[in-house]
């Protein structure tokens, strides 16, 4: 796919390659600016999925910004969605607002879901529980705690609230504490069938109380106050912008290998999200060009497998985790770092018919004596090609290797690119037989380059 079809393209949506952090927000923010320069502007951002899990960081002249539950746009003129798939914690979401406005960013058009789920403290509650749980078989998954898998499961038994609840708040008390009920039993056997199987964790547990609803309602009802006028029916909105012949940019949460049924579960978070997840998190009907986004490296945070992990003590594997700011933007956990894996990123651009697609954070690698990437694994005995629907702990990857570069200054050409560089860039354009559209040299707008 090259730049004319790119802008021919009206729906545009990004596919996070690996497992997150490959800089979304970063790409959102040059096509925005890249489109805005061509005379074709964004006209709006739709997140479809996902929830305070996320952590979307880019800078714009040196000013560094943190978005998580509202699509990364700093441009007032773009229209922000929060899609019907997503999970929001309002009380989150509203912290989130003030917090960006008070960093200057107009949100007069931000509209968000009614569809959308509202997370209840109590599912975070059972989160923690569950992780607890696991953490003491030695199976935790490392969520990020922010109740993504129980509301969306709260949401599959049909107990859950949709964000629409928020604009009848005379019947907001009674609906709060029906769908309470279930969540509210679960904390309270999880508690005692814990304390049962681990007594050592008892005073823990005892800490964990059943949320107060007078004050979660009261919370709410506050946050209500400043949300219901944006929520609307997202699907409507962006179909009939859609029909009016919008440019519009999907922006999603985590990445390819937290897919909740392609990735690799149970490590995985509690949604889709993949191409078909994005269909049904915005109710869109099509979505023209697919731009997939992976990092010269990968990183991986929580728990599960990760074949092209290096050793947490190996010197490789600190320097890029320190030069990279690898840290979760929302946990702050250190993130786990290894070699790119175009056998992972070749899977995934298959499964969600990747057009194109864009490298992050090459500038990281600088200066180091060689790069790798996995081109294969080594699999229950078996070289394998493929990525294995049971792909574990014990999967080895196989890699092939590159020389070194060193860029003195940032390159502002793809011409300027060290030419070690460029084969490890092209090896990779030939293995996902995907062109590479552009590569990033800094966090800033002016870092990217485009290849054409
Ligand atoms: P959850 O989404 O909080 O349930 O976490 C499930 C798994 O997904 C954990 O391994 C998290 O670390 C990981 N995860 C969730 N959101 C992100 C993200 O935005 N970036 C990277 N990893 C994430």
């Given at each position: 796919?090259?730049?004319?079809?790119?802008?021919?393209?009206?729906?545009?949506?990004?596919?996070?390659?690996?497992?997150?952090?490959?800089?979304?927000?970063?790409?959102?923010?040059?096509?925005?600016?890249?489109?805005?320069?061509?005379?074709?502007?964004?006209?709006?951002?739709?997140?479809?999925?996902?929830?305070?899990?996320?952590?979307?960081?880019?800078?714009?002249?040196?000013?560094?910004?943190?978005?998580?539950?509202i699509p990364s746009v700093v441009n007032p003129e773009i229209v922000r969605v929060c899609g019907n798939g997503k999970v929001i914690n309002p009380i989150k979401l509203v912290a989130e607002m003030e917090r960006l406005e008070s960093a200057g960013i107009n949100f007069d058009k931000l509209y968000i879901s009614d569809k959308a789920t509202i997370i209840l403290p109590h599912y975070e509650i059972i989160d923690e529980l569950l992780e607890i749980v696991r953490s003491a078989n030695g199976e935790a998954i490392g969520t990020t705690k922010s109740a993504i898998g129980p509301t969306y499961g709260f949401r599959a038994m049909r107990v859950a609230l949709e964000m629409k609840e928020l604009l009848r708040l005379e019947e907001f008390q009674k609906k709060l504490e029906e769908a309470a009920w279930l969540p509210e039993r679960m904390i309270f056997s999880l508690r005692s069938a814990i304390i049962r199987k681990y007594p050592?964790?008892?005073?823990?547990?005892?800490?964990?109380?059943?949320?107060?609803?007078?004050?979660?309602?009261?919370?709410?009802?506050?946050?209500?106050?400043?949300?219901?006028?944006?929520?609307?029916?997202?699907?409507?909105?962006?179909?009939?912008?859609?029909?009016?012949?919008?440019?519009?940019?999907?922006?999603?949460?985590?990445g390819a290998g937290l897919n909740n049924w392609h990735g690799t579960y149970p490590y995985v978070t509690g949604t889709g999200t993949g191409q078909g997840a994005m269909l049904e998190g915005t109710g869109l009907g099509r979505i023209d060009c697919r731009i997939g986004i992976t990092k010269a490296y990968a990183t991986r945070v929580g728990a599960g497998p990760f074949p092209s992990e290096i050793d947490e003590d190996d010197l490789f594997s600190q320097l890029i985790r320190e030069r990279g700011q690898e840290y979760g933007t929302v946990s702050g956990r250190p993130r786990r770092i290894g070699h790119r894996d175009l056998t992972y990123e070749k899977h995934v651009c298959r499964a969600n018919d990747v057009n194109a697609h864009i490298?992050?954070?090459?500038?990281?690698?600088?200066?180091?004596?060689?790069?790798?990437?996995?081109?294969?694994?080594?699999?229950?005995?078996?070289?394998?090609?493929?990525?294995?629907?049971?792909?574990?702990?014990?999967?080895?990857?196989?890699?092939?290797?590159?020389?070194?570069?060193?860029h003195k200054t940032s390159p502002q050409n793809y011409s300027d690119i060290h030419p070690n560089c460029r084969s490890f860039l092209e090896f990779g354009e030939d293995f996902l037989g995907r062109d590479l559209l552009a590569v990033s040299f800094s966090p800033e707008r002016d870092g990217v380059v485009l290849k054409e």
């Open positions: 796919m090259r730049m004319s079809d790119l802008l021919s393209a009206r729906i545009i949506a990004l596919i996070d390659l690996f497992f997150g952090d490959t800089g979304k927000g970063h790409i959102v923010d040059w096509l925005i600016w890249l489109f805005e320069k061509l005379g074709d502007p964004v006209d709006i951002v739709v997140s479809p999925f996902g929830g305070p899990n996320a952590g979307h960081q880019f800078e714009v002249s040196g000013i560094k910004y943190t978005f998580s539950q050592d964790l008892e005073s823990k547990i005892l800490e964990i109380r059943v949320p107060d609803l007078d004050s979660v309602y009261n919370k709410y009802r506050e946050a209500a106050g400043i949300l219901s006028p944006r929520l609307i029916d997202s699907g409507k909105f962006l179909r009939d912008e859609c029909d009016k012949g919008k440019r519009i940019l999907i922006e999603p949460t985590q490298v992050t954070k090459a500038d990281i690698l600088d200066g180091l004596p060689q790069i790798r990437a996995c081109v294969k694994y080594l699999h229950r005995g078996r070289i394998t090609y493929e990525v294995p629907s049971d792909l574990d702990k014990h999967t080895v990857a196989w890699y092939r290797v590159f020389g070194g570069f060193m």
